[in-house]
């Protein structure tokens, strides 16, 4: 495809642009969109061949353009290239059953994006993966652990709702030959609407050369609204269910009744203090949490959408009673006609060595107050 004469150029072009493309890179992103700084060091440099052109060199501004082109479109076609990142050890729940605990923070730079759970379940058939990750490199990363565990293939991936650390990583999946990929309708449409927005936050907020060769793959998903049940191999079976809107407006929510086995998407907090987000509605959150209850043992292991396994008593005392015990005083100061300074000052310390307490639990608290005003509004 390259000429010789051409390969020379670009050969001549590259030893220029180590030199210069810390330069340029800083010169060509006006944008807050990733850019290679690689690619964008030969498109910048085809605009300065450009600008002196002359007859002699007329071929050569093309040559580049051409190269950064080519150079940008396998960077797309092949996904994450790069190594395997230093994500937290896969944890053994129970046989054939591994979780990578997620930090229990935010997402940052530091833990890669990296601050849910992802979850491998091998079966007679195949390995079935419980979210896709936050980008392809972790992805990627997990996918490196699950080869050394079996060499059973990847052919199941679910992920639990419409956030960017439970679906960026998907298109990794895809890539690599996972064939059934699962998401609740709701969820799948919403992503693929902000998938731009929450790939360019990502990207910002995790970097970017781990983000950008992330791709919309919901049009590959098979959705469900309600519950889906998937013949695994060996006599056992997956079932996938929506247990409702809470944390975000519907969930992917996963049942394993041979293994009695339970994955409550971010219905579930353990350890660090769940979080009432833009979209999230805590009675919602509550009736979706008692349902999920009601349609499992109480014996039943549990993996949340963060912190580590537990049982569903230590669960449901983790995320269902703090909303509930919150809502009931939060209550009280609506019911009496307090003041938003009454809602702050109610008193969570019981949870204060949670993690992020310090920048959730006043919000969670305005939240119930905003949720109940506006109810409250509603009945006049
Ligand atoms: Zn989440």
């Known amino acids: 495809m390259i000429i010789p004469k051409q390969r020379r150029f670009i050969q001549s072009a590259l030893l220029f642009t180590c030199f210069s493309v810390p330069t340029f890179a800083i010169a060509s992103t006006p944008s807050n969109a ?3 700084p690689f690619i964008n060091s030969f498109a910048s440099y085809a605009a300065e061949i450009k600008a002196m052109e002359t007859a002699e060199n007329a071929s050569a501004s093309h040559a580049f353009a051409n190269y950064a082109n080519d150079v940008s479109g396998v960077e797309k076609k092949a996904g994450y290239i790069g190594d395997e990142l230093p994500i937290p050890k896969a944890t053994k729940v129970m046989e054939g059953v591994y979780t990578v605990v997620g930090s229990f923070i935010w997402g940052t730079t530091t833990n890669f994006g990296l601050n849910n759970n992802l979850s491998a379940i091998i079966f007679d058939d195949g390995v079935f993966i419980y979210n896709g990750g936050p980008n392809e490199a972790v992805a990627y990363s997990f996918h490196q652990q699950i080869k050394r565990i079996t060499n059973k293939p990847v052919k199941w991936l679910a992920v639990e709702n419409d956030q960017g650390h439970a679906y960026l990583g998907s298109s990794y999946w895809h890539d690599i030959g996972v064939k059934n990929l699962y998401s609740e309708k709701r969820a799948n449409e919403n992503f693929h609407r902000i998938f731009d927005e929450t790939k ?5 907020g995790r970097g970017p050369i781990i983000t950008q060769s992330s791709y919309d793959v919901t049009d590959k998903f098979t959705t469900f609204t309600d519950s889906k049940t998937i ?3 060996g006599g056992e079976t997956v079932q996938l269910i929506n247990f409702g809107g809470g944390h975000t407006p519907s969930m992917t929510g996963m049942y ?4 009695k086995l339970l994955f409550t998407g971010d219905l579930g907090f353990n350890e660090r203090l769940p979080g009432l ?30 912190g580590t396994p537990t049982d569903l008593a230590t669960l449901k005392r983790q995320t269902y009673d703090y909303f509930v015990e919150l809502y009931q005083e939060v209550q009280k100061v609506v019911d009496t006609g307090g003041s938003l300074a009454d809602v702050d000052a109610i008193d969570q310390s019981k949870h204060q060595d949670r993690p992020v307490f310090g920048q959730l639990s006043i919000s969670n608290a305005r939240h119930i107050y905003n949720e109940l005003m506006t109810e409250k509004r509603a009945q006049k």
Not at 256 to 259: E, L, N, T
């Open 231 to 233: 013949d695994v191999g």
């Open 256 to 259: 394993i009744p041979s293994r």
């Open 34 to 36: 990733y850019q290679d």
């Open 200 to 204: 360019e936050r990502y990207a910002k």
């Open 277 to 306: 987000l833009h979209d999230s509605h805590f009675r919602e959150w509550i009736t979706s949490f008692e349902k999920m209850v009601a349609m499992v043992p109480e014996d039943v292991t549990v993996i949340p959408g963060h």
